[in-house]
């Protein structure tokens, strides 16, 4: 069954770098999404993309936060100046046209800012 | 704002015993109801999911929930858990099956614990 794949599983990064997280959705695909999950806490929508662009983005989706789909296979999230408060699991979702098309989720990257 | 609660953060079973996992959700239309499963260092697999019609689904793993209306319940049941459901789940609300362009709302989860 196709997956939804995500990598780095984990990543460290010192709080003020960028760091860049990766996903390669399902092919056929055309809906995609990231969430978040602090450790302990519930998952928490953050952006949807569709069509090349950004479709909704919750209020923790600031301007340190971008996505981009650089080619036709990958959708990657960007943190510009990263902090500690951005240490969570980051999930990749997407799903396929229709109403009735199911979320798929990634594995997530860890992300730790020291 | 939709919302999803799920009270019991903690529940523990034993090992061949029927589990119910509580959520109640608050949405202004029809909602879109699912129940996640994650295992440790995993995604986020979906085990069911509510649309329309039967209020009872079924979904993989054993697991069933049923839809009440009245209630703005969707609990999660199993019959005889397996030391392998050792788990947390979600319950999830959204407006379509993605959970349309503003995703999906999850609940904070239960971390299903399976003693021998």
């Known amino acids: 069954e196709p997956e939804v794949t995500q990598t780095p599983s984990h990543q460290v990064t010192q709080m003020g770098q960028e760091v860049i997280l990766r996903c390669v959705p399902i092919?056929?695909?055309?809906?995609f999404y990231w969430y978040r999950q602090i450790l302990g806490q519930k998952v928490e929508f953050l952006v949807s993309?569709?069509?090349?662009?950004?479709?909704?983005k919750s209020e923790i989706f600031d301007d340190q936060f971008s996505v981009e789909r650089p080619d036709g296979s990958n959708f990657t999230l960007k943190i510009r100046s990263t902090k500690l408060e951005d240490s969570a699991m980051y999930f990749c979702?997407?799903?396929?046209?229709?109403?009735?098309?199911?979320?798929?989720f990634g594995n997530g990257t860890r992300l730790t800012v020291t | 704002a939709q919302s999803v609660t799920q009270p019991d953060i903690h529940i523990t079973v034993s090992e061949g015993a029927s589990l119910e996992l509580r959520c109640n959700y608050s949405?202004?239309?029809?909602?879109?109801l699912f129940w996640y499963v994650q295992s440790p260092g995993q995604g986020l697999q979906l085990l069911l999911k509510?649309?329309?019609?039967?209020?009872l689904v079924q979904g993989i793993k054993g697991f069933e929930a049923e839809f009440k209306r009245s209630q703005s319940s969707f609990n999660l049941r199993k019959p005889s858990v397996h030391w392998s459901d050792a788990a947390e789940y979600f319950c999830?609300?959204?407006?379509?099956?993605?959970?349309?362009?503003?995703?999906?709302?999850f609940g904070k989860g239960t971390h299903l614990i399976i003693q021998p």
């Open positions: 979702a997407s799903r396929g046209d229709g109403g009735n098309s199911p979320l798929h």
């Open positions: 092919s056929n695909h055309l809906y």
């Open positions: 993309f569709y069509n090349n662009e950004i479709s909704e």
């Open positions: 949405y202004g239309a029809t909602p879109y």
């Open positions: 509510y649309f329309s019609g039967d209020t």
């Open positions: 999830a609300v959204g407006a379509d099956s993605g959970g349309g362009a503003d995703g999906l709302t």
